[in-house]
């Protein structure tokens, strides 16, 4: 079994530059969920994926000319295992003096590798420079709670600031004050966060000060959104939610995980935010 100690993420790496599936790390999922009372035997109380863009990815097409691409991986949250990020990146490094046909067969060798590792079928898309242009930024709709003024006083995830009336309530929520640490090198990670719910009102300055209190959190990023989703549900009952993170890359991937009560399609997180 994959332990964290053993990942290649914060430690000095040997970059490959010859195609070697054996670099991706798996890490399974039901550690982190334990923690959050999703047990092993748990029906997932939430649908969603983990979106990664991968804006370094690049091969040798079969006369040596270098290719490039963006890559798109739609991890489902139902796969057993997430992939580490660096682990990812030492990966898709691994093409960069591999000689390939045509971006189908990458596409192919990506389908196959990450299925492998993540234990479910993955989406993989290869967005080539010709389509580029279409690549739009974009913000996420809804109320931005940055301009509030709560008092601060937590900075570990604090359940306890979710506070909601009994009045109905149908919003979208933003904030870019969304900042955890990765649990290994302790490096920070930004992120965006959009909450949709319908039902009782949450209580808006309570949930910016509750975001905030993931400031010195130690985390992944799948695991803190799925922690802020069970946390929303627990504490103000919503009858329907969806809990996304845009975070900003490093080592040229980024990763947004969504969360939500309802089946949650894939194409919808398709856009990119000015900070990514």
């Avoid at 990815?57 to 290719?67: A, E, Y």
């Avoid at 709670?145 to 006083?153: A, K, Q, R, Y």
């Avoid at 939610?241 to 995980?257: C, K």
């Amino acid at each position: 079994m994959n332990t964290l100690h053993k990942s290649p993420l914060g430690k000095h790496s040997a970059y490959s530059d010859q195609y070697d599936p054996g670099l991706l790390f798996a890490v399974p999922r039901t550690r982190q969920r334990t923690g959050i009372g999703i047990g092993h035997e748990t029906a997932l109380p939430f649908h969603g994926y983990d979106i990664w863009h991968a804006y370094e990815l690049s091969w040798l097409n079969l006369n040596g000319l270098p290719q490039i691409a963006i890559g798109r991986l739609g991890f489902p949250a139902s796969s057993p295992n997430i992939v580490e990020s660096k682990s990812l990146k030492l990966y898709l490094n691994s093409f960069n003096q591999t000689r390939l046909e045509s971006a189908a067969i990458l596409k192919l060798a990506l389908e196959q590798d990450l299925h492998a590792a993540s234990g479910t079928e993955i989406i993989v898309e290869i967005v080539l420079p010709e389509h580029f242009s279409e690549l739009r930024l974009s913000e996420p709709p809804g109320l931005l709670l940055d301009t509030l003024t709560p008092s601060i006083s937590h900075y570990q995830p604090h359940p306890e600031l979710l506070t909601h009336t009994d009045t109905p309530a149908r919003e979208a929520l933003v904030s870019h004050l969304l900042k955890s640490n990765c649990p290994i090198t302790g490096q920070p990670d930004w992120a965006s966060l959009l909450i949709d719910y319908g039902g009782p009102r949450i209580d808006h300055e309570g949930l910016l000060a509750y975001i905030v209190s993931y400031r010195q959190h130690a985390g992944f990023h799948e695991h803190c959104v799925e922690r802020i989703f069970m946390d929303l549900m627990r504490r103000c009952r919503p009858e329907y939610l969806t809990v996304e993170a845009r975070y900003t890359r490093r080592g040229g991937l980024d990763i947004n995980p969504v969360r939500s009560t309802e089946p949650f399609p894939y194409a919808r997180a398709s856009g990119r935010l000015a900070r990514q």
